[in-house]
T-cell receptor, first 114, second 119 residues
Framework: KAGVTQTPRYLIKTRGQQVTLSCSPISGHRSVSWYQQTPGQGLQFLFEYFSETQRNKGNFPGRFSGRQFSNSRSEMNVSTLELGDSALYLC?????????????FGPGTRLLVL | AQKITQTQPGMFVQEKEAVTLDCTYDTSDQSYGLFWYKQPSSGEMIFLIYQGSYDEQNATEGRYSLNFQKARKSANLVISASQLGDSAMYFCAMREGVNSGGSNYKLTFGKGTLLTVNP
């Protein structure tokens, strides 16, 4: 079974631009979560989607948004990029069958903002 | 206050020896889950092991075991017979409110421990 895939793997943007990252979950998984990883702040939760609905949101500005499609694929968008948005963005999916449900992560998208 | 604390920024271990990576957590929930992930330099987070707050036995998965001490709020990862391929960052994470109808899938991560296995 294919794992979580994320595209693109690497991205270079300039300040003020916007970017869209894509995540395809493991087949059958309906929950998709996004995390930002930086050397300074570590891993931080961005948001989680289930059946096209955002259920949880982390403490990030409104420039960060996301959505989920009917096939469970998810996208996140960052508008008006800032230098501090340079990070590894990780997507995770889960089946959501029970309390111990594990989140499986993709390889991440490395975003560099110049 | 930090919800997940990993006090060891870096650890060294000789190949074939066992190593313990520390993790303490802070929560007022009665139902929660604790996870350990491994992150090689490639960046992908690899799930290792899970422990539920109501699990009476310590979790084990192959060479990985979790030393769960609920009263002390610690969930240390033990890796037995270390291998060179174990060199990576290791993250402890917590999911709170696991019985809240399955609506909370947010993981809170610690800062991580960089493990280096020496030949």
């Amino acid at each position: 079974k294919a794992g979580v895939t994320q595209t693109p793997r690497y991205l270079i943007k300039t300040r003020g631009q916007q970017v869209t990252l894509s995540c395809s979950p493991i087949s059958g998984h309906r929950s998709v979560s996004w995390y930002q990883q930086t050397p300074g702040q570590g891993l931080q939760f961005l948001f989680e989607y289930f059946s096209e609905t955002q259920r949880n949101k982390g403490n990030f500005p409104g420039r960060f948004s996301g959505r989920q499609f009917s096939n469970s694929r998810s996208e996140m968008n960052v508008s008006t990029l800032e230098l501090g948005d340079s990070a590894l963005y990780l997507c995770a999916s889960s089946l959501q069958r029970g309390p111990g449900e594990t989140q499986y992560f993709g390889p991440g998208t490395r975003l560099l903002v110049l | 206050a930090q919800k997940i604390t990993q006090t060891q920024p870096g650890m060294f271990v000789q190949e074939k020896e066992a190593v313990t990576l520390d993790c303490t957590y802070d929560t007022s929930d009665q139902s929660y889950g604790l996870f350990w992930y491994k992150q090689p330099s490639s960046g992908e987070m690899i799930f290792l092991i899970y422990q539920g707050s109501y699990d009476e036995q310590n979790a084990t998965e192959g060479r990985y075991s979790l030393n769960f001490q609920k009263a002390r709020k610690s969930a240390n990862l033990v890796i037995s017979a270390s291998q060179l391929g174990d060199s990576a960052m290791y993250f402890c994470a917590m999911r709170e409110g696991v019985n809240s109808g399955g609506s909370n899938y947010k993981l809170t991560f610690g800062k991580g421990t960089l493990l280096t296995v020496n030949p």
